[in-house]
């Protein structure tokens, strides 16, 4: 038997006026799940977690939490609660007021026992114990961010709502809570929905991601698979640094298809859908599925313009003639000095197979980077 999806939208459209911001969307979130709504500004993944916490309703279609349709049903009656960007904390109250405000307006009224033993239970839960008494400007960012959390979860809610709760964060400290997110949400067992449009926070922590455009879902998957199998040039584009090399169809091998790129070289790459001969198509490859060496053979040879070094690895800007600037990526392994230069000659090379072809989309340019000074062969 099927479990009920904690969460689920039917034919979801919300309209601002004559701005339509969600179109009819069709979602089904499992039990139990981490979900990371991820998409640019103004795609609708924040509309989305609002409807789901009732502070915004469907135009047309319904939300259902756990099997129950929520049209009409305000925020305080649902069983979900959220964690906003700035936290909401009350600079007047101490931490444990803060934590227990939800349960002192709880009908019917709780003992102020009970009150007191669920505040802690939840501020344990989140690694704050013993931290009752302070007041908010006494903690830290992190620590601020947990007791967010633990306001949040102390009354046990369904679904906890996530609305960029990092954003504030420096990146170190942003690491580390989405860690402690992660490991919380498997304690507790509980659906997490975290709204982002940080790709590297949506694939670190969720189990899935429902990646969104122009108020649609462009794709819903497991984190590799949203980024090794992208469903189209948006998402190849959007998530992780990719570099995009515009080419025809010059045939098919098998099940790879046979793209020329503006320089005549003739690259394999996988396909999504079917491809026609001719047809003009954007060719994703990832940085870090590139070889860099003086391998014989190696489809491309070009000069190291720029590099970035991050200590394990190293980003290389390389200049290829007739195609444009190719961003890689390599290990760094200490002590053997293996880092090329600026300036010096260097042969790419990548696996049969690793490029994956789109057809090429007709925007201006919009949402979409291609490599520099290349042209599309007739």
Do not use: W
């Not at 070889?291 to 313009?305: C, D, H, M, N, Q």
């Amino acid at each position: 038997m099927t479990a009920v999806p904690d969460i689920e939208f039917r034919g979801v459209t919300k309209r601002y006026g004559a701005v339509t911001a969600v179109t009819a969307i069709d979602l089904a979130i499992p039990p139990s799940a981490f979900v990371a709504l991820l998409g640019p500004s103004g795609c609708g993944k924040t509309t989305c977690l609002r409807m789901i916490g009732g502070f915004e309703q469907s135009s047309e279609g319904q939300v259902f939490i756990r099997g129950q349709d929520m049209a009409g049903t305000p925020p305080y009656r649902r069983p979900v609660n959220m964690v906003f960007q700035q936290y909401a904390l009350f600079p007047h109250l101490d931490v444990e007021a803060n934590v227990s405000y939800g349960l002192r307006q709880a009908r019917p009224r709780l003992s102020s026992q009970e009150i007191g033993r669920r505040a802690g239970e939840a501020l344990e839960m989140v690694r704050l114990a013993g931290y009752g008494g302070r007041k908010i400007h006494e903690l830290s960012g992190g620590q601020q961010q947990r007791v967010a959390l633990a306001r949040a979860l102390v009354n046990k809610p369904a679904v906890l709502l996530l609305d960029e709760p990092l954003a504030a964060l420096d990146k170190k400290l942003r690491t580390d809570m989405q860690i402690e997110l992660q490991n919380l949400q498997r304690e507790i067992g509980i659906t997490f929905v975290l709204v982002t449009h940080d790709q590297e926070e949506a694939l670190s922590m969720s189990d899935l991601v429902c990646v969104m455009n122009g108020g649609r879902i462009v794709q819903l998957g497991q984190p590799s698979e949203i980024y090794d199998e992208p469903a189209d040039l948006f998402v190849a584009d959007f998530v992780g640094k990719t570099n995009l090399l515009s080419g025809k169809v010059a045939g098919h091998t098998g099940d790879l298809v046979n793209v020329a790129l503006a320089d005549g070289t003739v690259i394999a790459a996988r396909k999504r859908i079917a491809l026609q001969q001719g047809e003009a198509v954007s060719v994703s490859l990832r940085p870090e599925s590139l070889s860099l060496g003086a391998t014989e053979g190696s489809p491309f040879k070009g000069i190291v313009r720029n590099r970035i070094f991050l200590g394990s690895t190293a980003e290389y800007a390389i200049e290829i003639q007739g195609i444009g600037t190719l961003l890689a990526k390599a290990d760094h392994v200490i002590g053997h000095g293996n880092l090329f230069k600026p300036g010096e000659p260097v042969a790419i090379g990548f696996a049969s197979g690793t490029p994956l072809a789109f057809p090429e989309i007709k925007n201006n340019g919009t949402n979409q980077r291609v490599a520099k000074n290349v042209e599309i062969i007739s």
